[in-house]
């Protein structure tokens, strides 16, 4: 049980590389654009995320408000990205750049909030 929580983190983890890592892509490319891949880890993300999010193996203790904002600048980034993507298929334009910087920002952050609360 112990060792499957563990693979959950690491596909959680994986989660948020595949959605930064596009990011990170995207920007050094200088193509203001989101893509599927974003939206995978994304994904990826919030399903690992919400399994984690029960207590088992039983005993153990989380931090439900640690989680809650994690849940809120998931979901907001998801927005983001949704807003992002629907003006960039009308318009087949880049995103706008803060719409873009947006993204990496709520990314990081989640991050920044997993680690270092
Ligand atoms: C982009 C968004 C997210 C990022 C970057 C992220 C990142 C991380 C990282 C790096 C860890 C491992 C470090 C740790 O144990 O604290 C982790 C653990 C965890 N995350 Fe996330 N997370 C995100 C979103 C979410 C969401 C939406 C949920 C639930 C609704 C969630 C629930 C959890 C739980 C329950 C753990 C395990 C904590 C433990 O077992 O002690 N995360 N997250």
Do not use: C
Request: charged content about 15%; glycine content about 10%.
């Amino acid at each position: 049980m112990e060792l499957l929580r563990d693979v959950v983190v690491l596909l959680h983890i994986v989660g948020f590389a595949v959605t930064f890592g596009a990011w990170v892509t995207a920007a050094v490319s200088r193509e203001l654009r989101f893509t599927r891949t974003m939206d995978y880890g994304l994904v990826l993300s919030l399903v690992t995320g919400l399994a984690l999010a029960a207590p088992w193996p039983a005993g153990i203790e989380l931090n439900y408000p640690k989680i809650g904002l994690k849940l809120v600048l998931l979901v907001a980034l998801g927005a983001v990205l949704g807003i992002g993507s629907a003006r960039q298929r009308r318009t087949g334009q880049a995103v706008p750049r803060p719409l873009f910087v947006a993204a990496g920002v709520l990314s990081v952050t989640a991050a920044a909030v997993a680690v270092l609360w």
